[in-house]
């Protein structure tokens, strides 16, 4: 018999089997693999709590977090709780989260923009005098989840005097010579606690730098040999008491000026 020729029908099933393949290639492409699961968004535990006492204020401060804990930026920001616990002085800082309430919260409206710090002052009150106060910082998101307390931060509350005042200077030909009044009564009230010494500031007048501690004092007096003529310089004091590792000052003395005038004769 005679045989038909094979090579158009070897041609379709080639093609048909290609087409049939394509097909297969391309729908696998659309295929979508395992889903994602959603974000948590929480707001990553701040690290640099930093607390101290300021007459009778704790001043905390600490920079406003940025990241989740998955590194994303934070969009769900809620709000910043304050914890703390006044406890006695032997108590350690494993006892915080069964101790530590609820002091202070700050709404993510009241929060600076952008990497800003946070300065917050709480008050403090008689009864807490020789406690040890305990205190953490937590960010909340929209779905009120967080991710823990931050650096856990201890500071022993002293009594301190009220600020020292009186602050007077006189210039001489080698050193500003500085003296005030110390405090009678305490900022919890009743006499003044003695304080361990007193710091002195120093700022040039129409310097953009901070002033600076230039040393310390056991009394009411001190000397500044480290001037030179010609500026003008402003001053202030304030008292220091030291408990443990923790140190508490008064808030600062009133200021005094003092032109640096080379009046003195050669």
Not at 163 to 189: D, Y
Not at 239 to 246: E, I, K, P
Request: contains cysteine.
């Amino acid at each position: 018999p005679k045989r038909e020729p094979h090579g158009p029908t070897l041609l379709a099933a080639v093609c048909c089997l290609a087409a049939i393949l394509l097909s297969l290639i391309l729908s696998g492409c659309g295929v979508p693999g395992e889903p994602l699961p959603p974000l948590l968004e929480l707001p990553a535990p701040v690290h640099d709590l930093a607390v101290e006492q300021v007459g009778g204020r704790l001043i905390l401060h600490f920079v406003k977090p940025q990241l989740t804990t998955e590194g994303t930026l934070i969009r769900f920001l809620n709000r910043m709780e304050i914890h703390g616990a006044f406890l006695a002085p032997d108590n350690s800082a494993e006892t915080f989260p069964d101790q530590g309430r609820l002091l202070a919260t700050l709404p993510a409206a009241q929060l600076p923009e952008g990497e800003g710090q946070i300065n917050y002052e709480l008050p403090l009150d008689p009864g807490q005098r020789g406690l040890k106060a305990l205190l953490a910082v937590k960010g909340i998101n929209r779905r009120e989840k967080d991710a823990g307390f931050s650096n856990i931060v201890s500071v022993e509350i002293a009594d301190l005097p009220d600020p020292p005042s009186g602050l007077a200077a006189t210039l001489t030909e080698q050193a500003i010579h500085l003296s005030w009044k110390e405090a009678e009564r305490s900022i919890f009230g009743g006499p003044a606690p003695k304080p361990d010494g007193y710091e002195v500031y120093r700022a040039e007048v129409g310097s953009s730098v901070a002033p600076q501690m230039l040393g310390t004092a056991a009394s009411p007096s001190f000397e500044d040999h480290a001037f030179a003529f010609g500026p003008r310089y402003v001053y202030t004091v304030r008292a220091f008491v030291r408990r443990g590792d923790s140190e508490a000052v008064t808030p600062s003395s009133n200021q005094v000026a003092v032109t640096a005038t080379d009046i003195f004769p050669p």
